[in-house]
């Protein structure tokens, strides 16, 4: 990059008057975004048309689409279907989706935050071997160790601590943590420690207030993941009790008789809260996931 | 390990009292004990398990011990047409959904960088897909792609060719069945390469552009010589992210076809748990994690080595 030429020199006046595009490009960009606007909001639109209508007016072709004789009857519907032992009560699924993602979600940032401020801000020796050693296993995915762990934890299948007990400790954590904290000013400790505070005290009233942008976005990364996990809880549920929506989703839809309505009111019960999350809190979580691709 | 050097030696200039040497290693070990058991416990007794256990014959929840069993696994493994199929499908899988997300997902960043009203609300819209787990998105494909004509997908395709174009059975058919997973794969993953390869164009300073501007530069001309290279690295890293998750491809697999029509659908990591799990063969499915972890390994070393070249170029 040695032709950068310096940043200061420059007019803004050039900016503003090269800036707008004919209106004939803008055109022409609005007609290709919408087009594809339309394809990726489609088959989210066809699931809430979908989760309103009933079943026989679901799967009819492009009418699919069309909002008619509307009615929450498949949201009843799905209560109404999963209501014994045999089937799960809905409950059973959303409190082990709740569960399960709640205690990695904070169990994470607890644990892994505070491994990432040892790492990053104390001085101890072994740290770099070890921290090496972590940042190692960044890319060791989860599919490289399932089929071993599903068997050293067979004894503890239909539980929910087995489901969550594997995922607080993350090492894709770790060093997202680790880096923003290397990040901060170093003058922030040495206040800290004039002031005669150790090093807990420091990291959880001087490192933890000012870290709220990095445990954002750990906290969207790792519930995004552990809401929608699947493959850990096909090997290791097979009671409804202790199934978790993305399961049962995937059974409710290949059981008959199949009632594409219900399906879909599943569907948006499941995702609503994540979409709702999502809209309200949106810049986070596009900050989090542009943080996850700043690395390497 | 270049990265990690530069990293300590970010440590070393964040620490506190770098003149007069205090050691916090008390309070370092309890801090890092919960992380450190739980990575040792579940990541790396598990990852050299997996070693081990693919050298026997073993079962869960069985009463007889394990019988040693050599290499025998791996040579099941590598001369089984149904593994090599499953590897292949992974690697066209990777073959398409890579350049084709990668270049989607660059096409939508320009757009969106553009200083043009709307721009965020078609950045919601292009990411949404990227909230709904795969479990969800695989379901409402299935019903997009069923096979008569009144599937979502077969009617649009009618209405579009005025009933040039029959019914496609999507899933069914072992033409089609792993087009169809790609598809869906493609629309529920592009948002977060946009996302982040749009976070790379913003990283490229300005003053570029208004310098190749100021040099009549055209806008293709930018695009190769500024856009590009400026996004090297964002775009070495989406590759490798994406090839590595064509290789973990799992759960679409395992809701919409079970490895089926005819094994067109099979991957590399169905046949890992379907081995271990459906068919309690854990040596197999052990020794299959093997053989995906060195094709993870090597896609990572060649990323490595291509991030470390641009470093010693620029």
Known sequence: MSTRPQPTGTAPVVVTANQGPSAARKAVNYLVLIVLAVFFIAPILYMFIGSLKPADKVLNGLAGFIPESLSLDNYAGVFARFNSEATGYFYNFYLTSLIVSVVIVIGGLVVNSMAAYAFARLRWRGRDAVMLAVILLVIVPFEAIAVPLFYLLNGSRNTYYVQFIPFVANALSIYLFYTFFVGLPKQLDEAARVDGAGPWRTFLYIIVPMSKPVFASVTILTFLSSWGSFLWPVMMTDQPRYRPLPLEISVFQGQPPTDWGQIFAFGVMFVLPLLIVFLVFQRWFVQSVASSGLKG | ????????????????????????????????????????????????????????????????????????????????????????????????????????????????????????????????????????????????????????????????????????????????????????????????????????????????????????????????????????NTLIFVVMVTTIFAFRLFDQVYILTQGGPQNATTTVMYQAVTSAFTENNVGRGAAITVVFFVIVLTITVVQRRLLREDREVA
């Open chain 2, 1 to 232: 390990m270049s990265t990690v050097k530069t990293i300590n030696r970010d440590a070393e200039s964040a620490e506190v009292g770098a003149g007069r040497p205090r050691r916090d290693t008390r309070s370092a070990l309890v801090m890092i004990a919960p992380a450190i058991i739980g990575l040792v416990a579940f990541v790396i007794v598990p990852f050299i398990a997996a070693g081990y256990l693919s050298l026997f014959n073993v079962r869960a929840n069985s009463s007889r011990p394990p019988v040693w069993f050599g290499l025998e696994q791996y040579h099941r493994i590598l001369t089984d047409p149904t593994f090599y199929r499953g590897l292949l499908n992974n690697f066209i899988f990777a073959a398409v959904v890579v350049p084709v997300q990668t270049l989607l997902a660059l096409g939508l960043a320009l757009l969106l960088n553009q200083s043009l009203r709307f721009m965020s609300v078609f950045r919601t819209f292009f990411f949404m897909p990227v909230v709904f787990p795969m479990a969800l998105v695989a379901v409402i494909w299935k019903l997009i792609f069923s096979r008569d004509d009144l599937g979502m997908l077969n009617a649009f395709l009618h209405a579009i060719s005025f009933g040039h174009i029959p019914p496609i059975d999507w899933l069914g058919s072992t033409t089609t069945a792993l087009l169809s997973i790609i598809i869906l794969s493609i629309w529920q993953g592009v948002g977060f390469q946009m996302i982040i390869i749009l976070a790379g164009l913003q990283g490229i300073s300005k003053s570029l552009y208004e310098a190749a501007q100021i040099d009549t530069a055209n806008r293709w001309q930018q695009f190769l010589n500024i856009t590009v290279p400026g996004l090297r």
